[in-house]
């Protein structure tokens, strides 16, 4: 959703710095949540970024602005190439390893081959070091074209293997993946997806059908690399799973600056503001849980963390795996709707700080996980969703009442020559880290 911007009048030339500038002071008055600090006299001569980064307000951590179709004004990312990454060092600081962690289906990197659980060892035919890590990657996002070289560890030796090469390209949405997993007589059921963007909620109806003619007692939601989007969409999916849900429970309250002030909504309104879901034809596929089970890592975030949160208040909600980003604010897109359009740039800021049905928030420093996993301790990576992966694993483990309080705990099938100790880089946590939990201008 967005919210339109009248047409102020302005002494200053249409097109101009200043022009735009001051449209944009002028709506982050009106809805910025750190409005009342905004600065006095801003210089209105800064290009439109510089301007926004210069009174941005220190405690904000994700408001942005773009224009539509310029990629030169876009936050970049690993999305268009198919694939993200995570760079580590082994305990002796010895051997620095990229490790594909996604792999985007239709994408340049599955085109490529490439697979979750391969490992990096040249970008650009430069081998990764703890010096250049980050530095690579800066290459990789301001690149149209670049190579991948891909190693192996054998009999502790890593050898290179092949080199792929990969070029920009557009990505389609991704298919979630969803099975149902029989353990010590409990049918369980298991959900991953990338994003909540528009639509989700009524695309994933298919695969709650199927767990509720399957009579899944459990579910595993996989969140993992899940870096938000939409408050609808996770308003939908909680409506599909926690018992006892009705249109009108109370679901969220937004906080804002004096002009938004505190709003509540309930499930049913959060849904299906929007407009993508019919709320009945979801409730129809209402697993009726009484908990549910999340994977999270540092990379989910934003829409993802709400769900976790409001959750609460429904069932009981066991987060296993790493702390998350920690997004508990929310915007909404802020546009020139005059005719003609006089400024092209969009605002994205944050509005509303976010709370549930109890009235709790508060998780700026990220959501702690009640079962500690981190995913990289087992090596190598197992495709999502595999029984064996130590995030899966010790989910099932606690369904059928073999918890499991640690990774060290697990088996660890990594080979004793290299085990990870420090992460370098990551691009899905660099990903969510510019998110934005996305909602509507409420009335």
């Known amino acids: 959703m967005s919210c339109k911007k009248g047409s102020e009048k302005s002494e200053y030339p249409i097109g101009s710095n200043e022009h735009t500038n001051a449209w944009i002071l002028d709506s982050l008055k009106r809805y910025y949540y750190w409005n009342e600090q905004l600065p006095t006299n801003p210089n209105l001569g800064l290009p439109p970024k510089d301007f926004f980064n210069s009174i941005r307000n220190s405690s904000d951590r994700f408001s942005y602005i773009s224009i539509p179709n310029d990629p030169t004004t876009a936050i ?77 560890l054998k009999n502790d030796i890593w050898t290179e293997t092949r080199t792929v090469e990969l070029n920009k390209s557009i990505i389609l949405d991704q298919r979630e993946i969803s099975k149902v997993i029989e353990s ?73 600056n004096k002009n938004g002030g505190i709003r509540s909504e309930s499930i049913g309104t959060a849904a299906t503001f929007d407009g993508t879901v019919n709320f009945n034809a979801v409730l129809q596929q209402n697993l009726g849980l009484g908990r549910v089970y999340i994977l999270s890592t540092a990379a989910t975030a934003s829409a993802s963390e709400l769900m976790i949160n409001n959750l609460k208040p429904f069932i009981q909600v066991i987060l296993i795996g790493e702390k998350t980003r920690g997004k508990d604010e929310a915007s909404f897109k802020i546009f020139d709707a ?46 999502l969703g595999d029984t064996r992966d130590p995030m899966v694993k010790a989910a099932i483990a606690a369904i059928t009442g073999r918890a499991i309080k640690t990774a060290n705990a697990m088996d660890n099938v990594l080979t004793k020559s290299f085990q990870p100790n420090r992460i370098l880089m990551d691009s899905r946590a660099l990903s969510a880290q510019q998110s934005i939990v996305i909602t509507h201008k409420l009335r």
């Open 76 to 152: 970049p990312g690993n999305r268009n190439f198919g694939f993200d990454y995570t760079v580590v060092s082994d305990q002796n600081k010895a051997k620095v390893i990229g490790i594909v962690k996604i792999v985007l289906n239709d994408s340049p990197a599955s085109r490529a081959g490439l697979k979750r659980g391969d490992y990096i060892s040249k970008i650009n035919g430069k081998i990764i070091t703890a010096a250049n890590a980050q530095v690579l990657q800066t290459e990789i996002l301001n690149s149209d074209h670049f190579s991948l070289g891909l190693a192996e």
């Open 184 to 256: 010590n007589g409990k049918k369980i059921g298991y959900l991953y997806f990338l994003d909540f963007n528009v639509g989700l909620a009524s695309s994933l109806t298919n695969a709650f059908r199927n767990f509720k003619s399957e009579g899944i007692s459990e579910l595993i939601l996989d969140l993992r690399y899940n870096a938000g989007g939409q408050v609808a969409e996770a308003a939908g999916l909680c409506a599909m799973i926690a018992k006892n849900v009705s249109f009108n429970n109370p679901f969220i309250t937004y906080k804002g």
């Open 338 to 383: 005059r005719s003609p359009k006089q400024v092209n740039w969009e605002l994205h800021p944050i509005v509303y700080k976010l709370f549930n049905a109890q009235g709790i928030g508060g998780y700026s420093a990220g959501i702690s996980p009640d079962i500690m996993i981190n995913e990289m301790d087992n090596l190598p990576l197992l495709q």
